[in-house]
T-cell receptor
Framework: SQTIHQWPATLVQPVGSPLSLECTVE??????LYWYRQAAGRGLQLLFY??????ISSEVPQNLSASRPQDRQFILSSKKLLLSDSGFYLC?????????????FGQGTRLTVV | QQQVKQSPQSLIVQKGGIPIINCAYE??????FPWYQQFPGKGPALLIA?????SEKKEGRFTISFNKSAKQFSLHIMDSQPGDSATYFC???????????FGKGTHLIIQP
């Protein structure tokens, strides 16, 4: 069965510090991978998605970047965090090579920038 | 631009009642409509999903009704239980791998 791991679960970082959140998927090959951010009362906003190694698409301009160094690894990064980067970050995957299949989410990382 | 509008923002229902959550979309290219359930501090979990070639889909106590001409879809929870208390999100996507567009969520409370 497929599983998705996301860490850390919570993170408190000072303004201006770097960020690295990691997500890995097990039990599948060539998944589509996604990073979402959830802010209170605003639903989930798609930040990045990737259909393969090194292929990253960005949905919104922001202070964040994403990378996919391996097939089942997706990393969310920032060189210098802003207060507005605080939120609940969620990684998700869906089956690669298929349109509109189910997306499965990790347990999220609660990031607080202070 | 909010492409998926969800209502109500919050909902309180007595146990055994039928909460109904509504969503409306604008983009006619959307062709996949899932619903997610989220408990505090957890990631969303897929509940049920529908494609526009059917008007209704039922899985257990959860039913999606879909009205393509009105560009609306709704979630019904039959025989609701306190354990159903959670935040529910509707979503939509187009063909391809470019992710989901979510509604803002409905905070549902089922009172015993």
């Amino acid at each position: 069965s497929q599983t998705i791991h996301q860490w850390p679960a919570t993170l408190v970082q000072p303004v201006g510090s770097p960020l690295s959140l990691e997500c890995t998927v097990e039990g599948t090959s060539n998944p589509n991978l996604y990073w979402y951010r959830q802010a209170a009362g605003r639903g989930l906003q798609l930040l990045f998605y990737s259909v393969g190694i090194g292929q990253i698409s960005s949905e919104v301009p922001q202070n964040l970047s994403a990378s996919r160094p391996q097939d089942r690894q997706f990393i969310l990064s920032s060189k210098k965090l802003l207060l507005s980067d605080s939120g609940f970050y969620l990684c998700a995957w869906s089956r690669g090579g298929h349109s509109n299949t189910e997306a499965f989410f990790g347990q999220g990382t609660r990031l607080t920038v202070v | 631009q909010q492409q998926v509008k969800q209502s109500p923002q919050s909902l309180i229902v007595q146990k055994g009642g039928i909460p109904i959550i509504n969503c409306a979309y604008e983009n006619t290219a959307f062709d996949y409509f899932p619903w997610y359930q989220q408990f505090p501090g957890k990631g969303p979990a897929l509940l049920i999903a529908i494609r526009p070639d059917v008007s209704e889909k039922k899985e257990g106590r959860f039913t999606i009704s879909f009205n393509k001409s009105a560009k609306q879809f709704s979630l019904h929870i039959m025989d609701s239980q306190p354990g159903d208390s959670a935040t529910y999100f509707c979503a939509a996507s187009r063909g391809g791998a470019d992710g989901l567009t979510f509604g803002k969520g409905t905070h549902l409370i089922i009172q015993p």
